[in-house]
């Protein structure tokens, strides 16, 4: 039987860094449903279609082809068969993630492509409704979270390390704009499974921050 871990969370949680490398050093494959739905908002951006648009996202979805490629572990994201990994990362994008997600056609598409990964590996799958609805008989569920202001700062560092140059105060503002519409929106609202442990990150270092969470796997298995 495959092992499942479940890990959701608020948008800069560190849930992609810190399942990543809890996936390295136990041996899973990490899967990052984001970056799924960011694939999808960069293809419907691109084309130049409103991403919280239904009329204009879903008559799209037949021309996407999201895939996850590991290579020596690592996780690659491509749609139709281009490497947008780095091209995924960016606050347009991910207040398209948002948009697109909120599309009850777009959680479909993407859902049998999540289910089969976790049905063949043992996993360390994140994002939002994970443990609510993708894999809710996973056997480990986690529900990582931080404060708002600690998210937001992890999110500038980490854009302005990689030579962009948002301000805080509109990386604060599209972290809360993101809490409330991935906690409003009417279908897969990001919550808390009632299963899940809670684990908040918002005093710890990454490196203690990663050592509670696979504490807490192990623990489960």
Do not use: W
Request: proline letters at 4%; hydrophobic letters at 40%.
């Amino acid at each position: 039987m495959k092992i499942n871990v479940a890990v959701d969370g608020p948008a800069g949680a560190g849930k992609s860094t810190l399942a990543k490398a809890a996936a390295k050093e136990l041996g899973f494959i990490y899967v990052d449903t984001g970056a799924l739905y960011r694939s999808i908002a960069y293809y419907v951006i691109k084309k130049g279609a409103d991403p919280k648009s239904a009329e204009q996202v879903v008559p799209l979805l037949d021309e996407i082809n999201p895939e996850l490629r590991y290579t020596d572990g690592v996780q690659h994201v491509f749609v139709n068969g281009e490497d947008v990994s780095g091209l995924i990362r960016t606050p347009e994008i991910s207040m398209g993630a948002s948009g697109v997600s909120a599309i009850p056609q777009v959680r479909e598409f993407l859902f049998k492509l999540q289910k089969d990964i976790a049905a063949e590996n043992n996993i360390i799958m994140d994002g939002r409704d994970i443990g609510t609805v993708v894999l809710p008989h996973a056997q480990v569920k986690v529900y990582l979270t931080a404060s708002d202001k600690v998210r937001a700062d992890r999110r500038y560092k980490e854009l302005c390390e990689k030579g962009q140059a948002p301000s805080y105060d509109e990386v604060l503002a599209d972290i809360r704009q993101r809490d409330y519409n991935d906690m409003n929106r009417d279908i897969s609202p990001l919550r808390q499974a009632e299963d899940a442990v809670l684990l908040d990150t918002s005093d710890d270092t990454l490196e203690q921050a990663l050592q509670r969470l696979v504490s807490l796997i192990k623990e489960k298995m």
